[in-house]
């Protein structure tokens, strides 16, 4: 059964920053590209990282370009996502996917506040 648990969320000033983990389980990890999203009130989910395990291969949406760093460890089942320089739309809950056969799996999410 595939799970995957978030967490690292919480209160953070801007400018701060935070360090997001996902552990995966229920399928080879380091098979599947692992994503981030995130959704805030009133808007759709939308994808912010992208890696794949096994090309080393990285996609960053604009909005968290240059400021983040997804990155992955095979013997932890883990996939992370350090958020610098957060800013107030940063603010969303969290999500971790992976996609196997054909269907996503999400995590229960971890929420993300940027305030002063």
């Known amino acids: 059964q595939v799970h995957l648990v978030e967490s690292g969320g919480g209160l953070v000033q801007p400018g701060g920053s935070l360090r997001l983990s996902c552990v995966a389980s229920g399928f080879t990890f380091n098979s599947y590209a692992m994503s981030w999203y995130r959704q805030a009130p009133g808007k759709e989910r939308e994808l912010v990282a992208s890696f794949t395990n096994n090309s080393g291969s990285r996609v960053y949406s604009d909005s968290v370009k240059g400021r983040s760093t997804i990155s992955g460890d095979n013997a932890k089942n883990a996939v992370y996502l350090q958020m610098n320089s957060l800013r107030d739309e940063d603010t969303a809950v969290y999500y971790c996917?992976?996609?196997?056969?054909?269907?996503?799996?999400w995590g229960q999410g971890t929420q993300v506040t940027v305030s002063s």
């Open positions: 996917k992976v996609v196997l056969w054909g269907r996503a799996y």
